[in-house]
């Protein structure tokens, strides 16, 4: 560690996975020492994703200034390398305000790039793309992941074996270096050596967790997810098709855009959406748990908790 980390306060950082907590507690936490919150999450960064990215609302974007949320449209393009070079910059911009840095979110490679950095991946090689998608048109993704998976356990543990784009990625810099993304980001660069990171992961019981997961989904719904997902399936009905823009194909959405295309029925896209969810949250804590370095705490689960656990954070950074 530097001398000028030694002198700069600690970036609280709360991860977890979806549903486990971490807004409100963050929240709590930002207002208990004075803090201004960066959101870890892929997908509140963009204006038009609401109810499905579980955003805050205005009244607490009100009380707490937060970074990362609203800034971007769904058309600009935003990688987890470029929150990870303008995260570092936010916090020192915050940290010579004198001010404090709480990080929130589950974004798995948001967190890892602005904690560990990024390692050296080779570029793309359009030859060897080009291949591995005939592959993936031929065989399908299950007989690719499970070449993966063979190879890089650790990194097919964290991808969508329905989703396409990470894993021809991964088998790609596979073939071009000969070594496994997991290899080389046990490689990789360190992170900003003039910051100093506390990681806090909320755990619960499994069951627990995937009732949340339940009750959440429902919530959204209530709350006018389907009417959400049907304004952007009529806005960016090209830019799904052409582009397949990550952030739109996320869960919660997709599903809803099979039921708009008429793939499956309004019962099924919901039960989906439940499902899909419960696998990220597997997935991301598969994850936290192989790729981070995470004092685990148990999540609050009423208010009470939620004031424990704030008190307990403050303590100890």
Same mark, same amino acid.
């Given at each position: @560690?530097?001398? #000028?980390?030694?002198?700069?306060?600690? *970036?609280?950082?709360?991860?977890?996975?979806?549903?486990?907590?971490?807004?409100?507690?963050?929240?709590?936490?930002?207002?208990?020492?004075?803090?201004?919150?960066? #959101?870890?999450?892929?997908?509140?960064?963009?204006?038009?994703?609401?109810?499905?990215? %579980?955003?805050?609302?205005?009244?607490?974007? /009100?009380? *707490?200034?937060? !970074?990362?949320?609203?800034?971007?449209?769904?058309?600009?393009?935003?990688?987890?390398?470029?929150?990870?070079?303008?995260?570092?910059?936010?916090? !020192?911009?915050? !940290?010579?305000?004198?001010?404090?840095?709480?990080?929130?979110?589950?974004?798995?490679?948001?967190? $890892?790039?602005?904690?560990?950095?990024?390692?050296?991946?080779?570029?793309?090689?359009?030859?060897?793309?080009?291949?591995?998608?005939?592959?993936?048109?031929?065989?399908?993704?299950?007989?690719?992941? $499970?070449?993966?998976?063979?190879?890089?356990?650790? /990194?097919?543990?964290?991808?969508?074996?329905?989703?396409?784009?990470?894993?021809?990625?991964?088998?790609?810099? @596979?073939?071009?270096?000969?070594?496994?993304?997991?290899?080389?980001?046990?490689? &990789?660069?360190?992170?900003?050596?003039?910051?100093?990171?506390?990681?806090?992961?909320? #755990? @619960?019981?499994?069951?627990?967790?995937?009732?949340?997961?339940? /009750?959440?989904?429902?919530?959204?719904?209530?709350?006018?997810?389907?009417?959400?997902?049907? /304004?952007?399936? !009529?806005?960016?009905? $090209?830019?799904?098709?052409?582009? &397949?823009? #990550?952030?739109?194909?996320?869960?919660?959405?997709?599903?809803?855009?099979?039921?708009?295309? &008429?793939?499956?029925?309004?019962? $099924?896209?919901?039960?989906?959406?439940?499902?899909?969810?419960?696998?990220? %949250?597997?997935?991301?804590?598969?994850?936290?748990?192989?790729?981070?370095?995470?004092?685990?705490?148990?999540?609050?689960?009423?208010?009470?908790?939620?004031?424990?656990?704030?008190?307990?954070?403050?303590?100890?950074?």
């Amino acid at each position: @560690m530097s001398s #000028s980390a030694s002198r700069q306060p600690p *970036v609280i950082v709360i991860l977890g996975p979806t549903a486990s907590g971490k807004s409100a507690l963050a929240l709590a936490v930002a207002k208990k020492i004075g803090a201004e919150i960066i #959101s870890a999450d892929s997908r509140q960064i963009y204006k038009e994703l609401n109810i499905g990215a %579980a955003k805050p609302s205005a009244e607490v974007l /009100q009380e *707490v200034k937060h !970074h990362f949320v609203n800034e971007k449209t769904v058309e600009e393009p935003f990688t987890a390398g470029d929150f990870a070079v303008a995260a570092v910059e936010r916090i !020192h911009d915050i !940290h010579r305000r004198e001010g404090r840095v709480v990080i929130a979110g589950g974004s798995t490679l948001y967190l $890892e790039g602005i904690l560990k950095g990024f390692a050296d991946l080779p570029p793309a090689d359009p030859e060897i793309r080009a291949r591995l998608l005939v592959e993936l048109e031929r065989f399908g993704n299950a007989q690719l992941y $499970e070449r993966l998976r063979q190879r890089d356990p650790e /990194q097919a543990a964290t991808l969508d074996p329905t989703k396409s784009q990470r894993l021809i990625r991964s088998l790609e810099i @596979m073939e071009i270096s000969g070594k496994s993304v997991t290899e080389l980001q046990s490689l &990789g660069k360190a992170g900003d050596t003039d910051l100093r990171f506390i990681t806090f992961g909320l #755990s @619960m019981p499994r069951e627990i967790l995937y009732q949340r997961i339940n /009750q959440r989904t429902d919530a959204m719904i209530d709350a006018g997810l389907c009417d959400e997902a049907e /304004q952007l399936y !009529h806005k960016y009905r $090209e830019l799904l098709v052409d582009k &397949g823009t #990550s952030a739109l194909k996320s869960v919660g959405y997709q599903e809803l855009f099979h039921y708009f295309d &008429g793939a499956i029925n309004y019962a $099924e896209a919901v039960r989906l959406i439940k499902q899909h969810t419960r696998n990220y %949250a597997k997935r991301q804590l598969t994850f936290f748990n192989n790729r981070l370095t995470v004092n685990w705490v148990p999540a609050p689960i009423d208010s009470n908790g939620l004031e424990t656990l704030t008190v307990t954070l403050e303590k100890k950074n």
